[in-house]
Structures are given as structure tokens and as C-alpha cells.
């Protein structure tokens, strides 16, 4: 008896010195996951800041009522970057630093997660699901390549898959794109001149500054080259000023837009100058037969919230936040930051509930999906008119 007494008294002392010699994860304790995300919550994008989120806590909300994951709850805690990658910065620090989040999820803007680059390798933080389809999110040649992890296809495979779609539609096309002046546009630029090299063509560019109202140069720019076909790089606001500023001044080109003005308010703020528009969408459509999209419209009725926030942007928020979900059940009870990112390189062809076309990660991979659908505004209603194209 004194002998197991010795040998169980060795063994608990050792289990103590290897807990206590355990660092503590930060953002994670018994019952709850911190996580930080960095919105623009009163900048030239702040609808979108509220729209995200939500659909975000949707999810996480559902989850949660369920026991959460391995027995803890998540939450989630937003800072304001207002659309500026310096402002980016000093809000990830803050969340390190004092708020000892856990993980970054859903940092909106190419320019502001380009400008976290730094900080993910200081802290060795994973960044989940960034909000921004931009291709460099999974560039393994930047810097912190490895602890992003990307969830859409690149804007530079979008902007091939519509210059090829022109082309198909009109082999005398004339092609131009009207870009933020910025890292979005510059990825949308990426893709353009791969598609010239491959077409043996020139794209008529026109650029405009982040939070431009203003885009009868543009327009009247495109009108006197003689495009058939305009490709806008913008978000909500931009296609609505530039497809009524083309009518104004009767010049109806063929508009295609990259995935971030796939917002149903672009057809209801452009109303019938907005007909026929087609956008390039990494994921299926909010409204659709997809079990997580139905999932994403049970929740949201149940959640008493404006039926005007429900869309696509709305459904982004909700649709990323699966593709954490999942990484950190895969990660299991004993959760780091390490595992989460070991957890998250095992994804193969993981669709979220037919929401995606399949993500994928590996070691040296963080693209996550590779194809688009197209979308078209048929009558005042977005229709898929394609099969997943690569």
C-alpha cells in the first residue's frame, strides 16, 4: 500500500508540474473562445460593418445555444479600423495586447489585412477568414502567409473568369474595368493583365479613389473608347453611381462586377439600370436550396432582426463563421493557436452544408476555394446562371 501510495503521489505531482508548466493559451479559458474581429464600423464601407458581424453572431449564437465548442462558448469582440490600415493596426494590437483574444476573424479590406501582415507573424496569430477576396491572401511569398487563412476566390481569378465569359458572349468584345485605386484594385489588375497576355487584348482601365462618389470621368472615359464590356471592381456603392451614371448618358455596355458588388442592394439601389447585370460569387447564393443557406434564413427570421440586413453580406458573416466553427471543433478540447492552424490545413473539399464549392488548405496552401458562379439581376432578382467555373 505504501509503495502505490509512493508511485500515485509521483504521478500527480508530475501531472501538476507539467500543467503548471503549461503556458495559457490567450482568449481561451474553461467556457469561452475570445476572438477579435476589425470591421469598419464608421468609415466609407460602416454599413457593411454592422451587416457582417451579425450574420457572424448568427452562427456563433446558434453554436453556442448547442454547448459551444468542446464546452465553451464564443465571443466575439469587434474594433473599429474605419477602413484604414494604420487604424487596422493599432486595433489588432489593442486586441493582443489587452483584449488577449484568441484569433483574428473576418478583418474587412484588402488594404487592412495586407497592412496586419506584421503583426499576425509578431504574435503568431492565425487570422480566419478575412473579409476580402483579394488572391494575395494566400500569396506564400508575404509575409504571415501562413497564419491566414482564405476562404474566396482570389479577385484576380474573378477578373480572368469575366474577361473569358466577355469573350465568349462577343468575340469583338471591348473590355474595361473601372478599379478602386488601392490593394483590391491592384489584385483586380493581376487578373486583368493575365487575361490580356492570354486574349492578346488591352483593357481599357479606369481607377478611382476609396469613397469616390463621382464617376462621370470614368464613365464617359469607357463611352468614348468604345467598350462593349465594363468590369467594376467596387463594392456596393460604386456599381449603383456607375451603371446610373452610364444610362445618363445613354451608353449601355454589358456590366459585370467582381464578387463584392453581389450585395442584393446593388439590384435595388440601381433598380432598371441595374438589369442584367452579372457578378462572379465565390459561394452559393443566400436564398438558395444549400442547407446552410436555410440554416442562415431559419436563424435570421428567428432573430427578429430588419428583414433588410438579410443578403449577401449579411450571409458572408454567417458562412465564415462556419469555416471557424469547424476549424476549432477540429482542433479539439485542448485548444492553441498552433492546433487551431493544424486543424485548419486538414480541410479537404469541406463545403459548409453545400455553401461552398469545397474549401481546401494544406501546409502550403491557404487558398481555400478556387471557382466562381455567375450571377445575374434578371427582373429585380439575382439568378445563377453558370455551374462552378474555374
Request: proline share 4%.
Amino acid at each position: 500500500m505504501k509503495i502505490r501510495n509512493i508511485i500515485l503521489l509521483t504521478l500527480l505531482v508530475a501531472l501538476f508540474l507539467g500543467c503548471a508548466g503549461r503556458e495559457p493559451t490567450p482568449g481561451v479559458t474553461d467556457s469561452e473562445i475570445l476572438i477579435g474581429n476589425i470591421q469598419d464600423l464608421s468609415g466609407p464601407m460602416k454599413e457593411l460593418g454592422m451587416a457582417l458581424p451579425h450574420g457572424s453572431n448568427l452562427y456563433f449564437n446558434y453554436i453556442n445555444g448547442k454547448g459551444g465548442i468542446h464546452g465553451r462558448k464564443i465571443k466575439m469582440v469587434i474594433e473599429d479600423h474605419q477602413y484604414n490600415p494604420q487604424k487596422a493596426v493599432a486595433a489588432a494590437k489593442k486586441l493582443v495586447e489587452q483584449n488577449q483574444v484568441f484569433c483574428f476573424y473576418q478583418v474587412i479590406g484588402t488594404s487592412p489585412c495586407e497592412a496586419l501582415r506584421p503583426t499576425l507573424e509578431e504574435y503568431e496569430i492565425p487570422l480566419i477568414a478575412p473579409a476580402t477576396q483579394s488572391g494575395t491572401m494566400s500569396d506564400r511569398s508575404r509575409r504571415g502567409w501562413k497564419y491566414i487563412f482564405h476562404t474566396d476566390t482570389g479577385y484576380d481569378k474573378q477578373a480572368n473568369i469575366l474577361v473569358d465569359y466577355a469573350y465568349e458572349q462577343n468575340g469583338d468584345a471591348k473590355v474595361g474595368v473601372i478599379y478602386q485605386d488601392d490593394d483590391y484594385g491592384a489584385n483586380v489588375l493581376k487578373g486583368i493583365a493575365e487575361a490580356e497576355e492570354r486574349h492578346g487584348i488591352t483593357v481599357q482601365k479606369e481607377a478611382y479613389q476609396r469613397g469616390a462618389t463621382d464617376f462621370a470621368g470614368q464613365v464617359m472615359n469607357l463611352l468614348k473608347g468604345g467598350t462593349t464590356h465594363v468590369i467594376i471592381g467596387g463594392v456596393v456603392r460604386e456599381p449603383i453611381i456607375v451603371m446610373k451614371t452610364a444610362a445618363a448618358m445613354s451608353y449601355a455596355p454589358q456590366f459585370l462586377g467582381i464578387s463584392p458588388t453581389m450585395d442584393h442592394r446593388v439590384v435595388l439601389g440601381a433598380g432598371k439600370e441595374g438589369e442584367g447585370f452579372i457578378v462572379a460569387n465565390f459561394a452559393q447564393l443566400y436564398n438558395s436550396d444549400a442547407e446552410g443557406a436555410k440554416l442562415y434564413r431559419e436563424l435570421f427570421e428567428n432573430s427578429g432582426t430588419d428583414p433588410k440586413v438579410m443578403g449577401m453580406y449579411n450571409f458572408y458573416g454567417f458562412m465564415t463563421a462556419m469555416v471557424l466553427v469547424e476549424g476549432l471543433e477540429r482542433a479539439g478540447k485542448r485548444l492553441t493557436r498552433a492546433r487551431l492552424i493544424r486543424a485548419m490545413e486538414g480541410f479537404k473539399n469541406w463545403d459548409g452544408m453545400g455553401v461552398f464549392p469545397g474549401i481546401s488548405y494544406g501546409p502550403s496552401d491557404r487558398a481555400g476555394t478556387e471557382s466562381v458562379v455567375l450571377v445575374a439581376n434578371r427582373g429585380g432578382t439575382q439568378q445563377i446562371i453558370s455551374d462552378w467555373i474555374e
